[in-house]
């Protein structure tokens, strides 16, 4: 077996991408999941999101590693709903041992042409989710007095963008948020960390809105034209696979990552050699 048997891991945004993941990642280390995602879209995100069938297809990966899962349909911008996805951990399983708080959403536009809900929706989901998400875990875990939370920022925090300001002031907080609870739960047992990675390999990316924003000179750009330009960049420049993520997660989460406290870990092909 893994190096997580018989933990029990909560993990927002758990339908697709890098929450899919992480759950089965988790699950093959011996850890049974409860995955939550909002399955259903935004007005203010250009890409299709996540749906309640997803969540379904998720579930099942991780049972066929043989571990259970709980899939809920659940929005981290409630503070009810995610005590409540918390709550429905520890009555199916007992415990909470691990959060990994993903769920984010991306959308474009520069800051001087903004519309308040495109902002709102960012701030909402990819921060105060966050938020929403440590408060529905930590007291139990500090109550327990052990537990493992990682956070999703990006390594866009360190950099800032162009259309996408609001992307990156709320992995930014993301940052600030992790640190400060490192802080204030650390003689509980409990462990905090941040994963910055740079592009993955996830539907947040491979759509057509995010090909404009990443390549605004070609009137349709495509998966191709996305996949050429990160080919000509230094080596390892390419879009990294969700697993990679994922394997980083599983490491700051058992007890190989026990000595990491409060760090952000950034996962970037290079990037983050231009960053401070």
Same mark, same amino acid.
């Given at each position: 077996?893994?190096?997580?048997?018989?933990? #029990?891991?909560?993990?927002?945004?758990?339908?697709?991408?890098? /929450?899919?993941?992480?759950?089965?990642?988790? +699950?093959?280390?011996?850890?049974?999941?409860?995955?939550?995602?909002?399955?259903?879209?935004?007005?203010?995100?250009?890409?299709?999101?996540?749906?309640?069938?997803?969540?379904?297809?998720?579930?099942?990966?991780?049972?066929?590693?043989?571990?259970?899962?709980?899939?809920?349909?659940?929005?981290?911008? %409630?503070?009810?709903?995610?005590?409540?996805?918390?709550?429905?951990?520890?009555?199916?399983?007992?415990?909470?041992?691990?959060?990994?708080?993903?769920?984010?959403?991306?959308?474009?536009? #520069?800051?001087?042409?903004?519309?308040?809900?495109?902002?709102?929706?960012?701030?909402?989901?990819?921060?105060? /989710?966050?938020?929403?998400?440590?408060?529905?875990?930590?007291?139990?875990?500090?109550?327990?007095?052990?537990?493992?939370?990682?956070?999703?920022?990006?390594?866009?925090?360190?950099? /800032?963008?162009?259309?996408?300001?609001?992307?990156?002031? +709320?992995?930014?907080?993301?940052?600030?948020?992790?640190?400060?609870?490192?802080?204030?739960?650390?003689?509980?047992?409990?462990?905090?960390?941040?994963?910055?990675?740079?592009?993955?390999?996830?539907? *947040?990316?491979?759509?057509?809105?995010?090909?404009?924003? *990443?390549?605004?000179?070609?009137?349709?750009?495509?998966?191709?034209?996305?996949?050429?330009?990160?080919?000509?960049?230094?080596?390892?420049?390419?879009?990294?696979?969700?697993?990679?993520? +994922?394997?980083?997660?599983?490491?700051? #989460?058992?007890?190989?990552?026990?000595?990491?406290?409060?760090?952000?870990?950034?996962? %970037?092909?290079?990037?983050?050699?231009?960053?401070?």
């Amino acid at each position: 077996m893994g190096n997580l048997d018989d933990r #029990v891991a909560v993990i927002t945004g758990g339908a697709r991408g890098q /929450g899919r993941a992480h759950a089965v990642a988790l +699950a093959a280390a011996g850890a049974d999941i409860v995955i939550c995602d909002l399955a259903e879209q935004l007005a203010s995100v250009p890409y299709p999101m996540s749906s309640e069938s997803d969540l379904a297809d998720t579930a099942k990966l991780v049972e066929e590693t043989g571990r259970r899962c709980v899939p809920l349909k659940a929005d981290v911008r %409630s503070q009810t709903e995610m005590n409540a996805v918390a709550q429905r951990a520890i009555d199916d399983f007992g415990r909470i041992d691990i959060l990994v708080a993903n769920a984010g959403i991306a959308s474009n536009s #520069v800051i001087a042409e903004m519309d308040d809900e495109v902002w709102q929706d960012m701030i909402d989901v990819n921060l105060t /989710g966050v938020f929403h998400s440590f408060r529905a875990v930590v007291p139990h875990m500090i109550e327990r007095r052990w537990g493992r939370i990682v956070a999703t920022s990006s390594i866009v925090a360190r950099m /800032g963008v162009r259309n996408a300001g609001h992307y990156a002031a +709320a992995k930014w907080g993301v940052i600030g948020l992790v640190k400060s609870l490192s802080l204030e739960v650390v003689e509980y047992g409990i462990s905090v960390n941040a994963v910055l990675p740079g592009g993955v390999d996830t539907p *947040m990316i491979q759509n057509p809105a995010m090909y404009r924003m *990443m390549l605004p000179d070609l009137e349709n750009p495509t998966e191709e034209d996305v996949a050429a330009m990160f080919a000509s960049g230094p080596p390892n420049s390419d879009l990294i696979a969700a697993e990679e993520i +994922a394997d980083a997660v599983l490491m700051l #989460v058992s007890e190989r990552g026990r000595h990491f406290n409060g760090e952000a870990l950034t996962i %970037s092909g290079g990037m983050s050699a231009n960053t401070i």
